[in-house]
Each structure stands twice: as structure tokens, then as C-alpha cells.
T-cell receptor, first 111, second 115 residues
Framework: QKEVEQDPGPLSVPEGAIVSLNCTYS??????FMWYRQYSRKGPELLMY????GNKEDGRFTAQVDKSSKYISLFIRDSQPSDSATYLC???????????FGTGTRLQVTL | EAGVVQSPRYKIIEKKQPVAFWCNPI?????LYWYLQNLGQGPELLIR????????DSQLPKDRFSAERLKGVDSTLKIQPAELGDSAVYLC?????????????FGEGSRLTVL
């Protein structure tokens, strides 16, 4: 069993929809949680960064962390075709520890 | 400000041939990472440098892979000899923070195809 599980999709939604992307994890030591966005043939770029539990909002994006359930989510409101990409969750236990990525969920936002 | 620069973007070689990838991190970023990304998978760490020192190379297959970061800036990753299973994207990343809390900046990657 992988430390971080993520549904690979693909997930197809119409423009304007609310998108929910999720990851589960097994390592209770994880404290730092990230969402990276990766466009085709590009490197990942950091989208959201959260420490410990709680919510964080940035424009149309909201990241949620539920450490008790070992579950993290990324919500995208008013989705746009430009949001079409692969979304990777990533997490770390902190100092000097490696970053563990999920497999990524491919999202397609259609007109 | 320039991002992380990698070259070559694409490389096609025959098995058993050597190959090298180059990375120039963001100016001022002391921490440099090499990741491997297979198709449909998330990146997996190969090696992490703090300045010139490789502080985590536990996932680097040392029988055929080697890396160096002379002078603590640019880095090269070498594979010799390449195998069919090495076909993947090799990503370089850098970060300003040394505590590895996840704020990484990635390059566009070097896509390797081994025939």
C-alpha cells in the first residue's frame, strides 16, 4: 500500500463547475501538505501549501486538511478550461524529510 | 527572475548508452533536488543536495546513476549505461528553505526515451 493514495482520474467537468480533488495518506507524521499543478510536458508548480489541519483559501482554490481522517482535499470553484492539468498532492513530515507525492489526478474542464 | 533551467528537454538514446542531464537552480536556492517521474505517476526523489553535499541519495540507483553539484550551483545527473526502464522524465527542483517543508520550484524536466 502506498503512503499517499490519489485517484488518477481522468476527471471531466464542465466550465464553471466546482471540482473536488482528494488524497488519503497513511503516515501520521505528515504535517505539511501541498497541492501542485502540472500542465502537460511541464514541471509541477506549487498551488497551495498548508501546515497541519484546517482550511486555506486562495482565490478560487481552497485546500482542506483533516489529519484525524488522514484526508486532504483541494476545491476549485468556477473551474476554467485553463485549470485543465494534473493535480498532485504532496506531503512531508518536515525537517530534512522527503516530499511524498500522490500519483496525480488528471482534470479536464470542458467548454 | 529566471526559474529552474534544465537541459536537454528531450533525449532519445539506445540502451547501454550514457546520458547526462543538466540543471541550473533559481539563484540563491541552496537546496537542489533530482526527481524521477514515470508516466502517470508522481515524482519520486532521487537525490537532494544542500549546497555541494548530497544529504539524501538513498533512492539513487548507484550502480548506474551518479550526480554531482560542483560549487553548489549547477548540477548534473548521469546514467551509464541506460536501460529501457530508465525512460521517464527527470525533474530538477530547488528550494530556498533547507527544512524540506515542500515549497519546491521545478524545472520543465528532461524527457528520456531509451530504445
Amino acid at each position: 500500500q502506498k503512503e499517499v493514495e490519489q485517484d488518477p482520474g481522468p476527471l471531466s467537468v464542465p466550465e464553471g463547475a466546482i471540482v473536488s480533488l482528494n488524497c488519503t495518506y497513511s503516515n501520521s507524521a505528515f504535517q505539511y501538505f501541498m497541492w501542485y499543478r502540472q500542465y502537460s510536458r511541464k514541471g509541477p508548480e506549487l498551488l497551495m501549501y498548508t501546515y497541519s489541519s484546517g482550511n486555506k483559501e486562495d482565490g478560487r482554490f481552497t485546500a482542506q486538511v483533516d489529519k484525524s481522517s488522514k484526508y486532504i482535499s483541494l476545491f476549485i470553484r468556477d473551474s476554467q478550461p485553463s485549470d485543465s492539468a494534473t493535480y498532485l498532492c504532496a506531503m512531508s513530515s518536515g525537517t530534512a524529510s522527503k516530499l511524498t507525492f500522490g500519483t496525480g489526478t488528471r482534470l479536464q474542464v470542458t467548454l | 527572475e529566471a526559474g529552474v533551467v534544465q537541459s536537454p528537454r528531450y533525449k532519445i538514446i539506445e540502451k547501454k548508452q550514457p546520458v547526462a542531464f543538466w540543471c541550473n537552480p533559481i539563484s540563491g536556492h541552496n537546496t537542489l533536488y533530482w526527481y524521477l517521474q514515470n508516466l502517470g505517476q508522481g515524482p519520486e526523489l532521487l537525490i537532494r543536495y544542500e549546497n555541494e553535499e548530497a544529504v539524501d541519495d538513498s533512492q539513487l540507483p548507484k550502480d548506474r546513476f551518479s550526480a554531482e553539484r560542483l560549487k553548489g550551483v549547477d548540477s548534473t545527473l548521469k546514467i551509464q549505461p541506460a536501460e529501457l526502464g530508465d525512460s521517464a522524465v527527470y525533474l530538477c527542483a530547488s528550494s530556498l528553505r533547507t527544512d524540506n517543508t515542500g515549497e519546491l520550484f521545478f524545472g520543465e524536466g528532461s524527457r528520456l526515451t531509451v530504445l
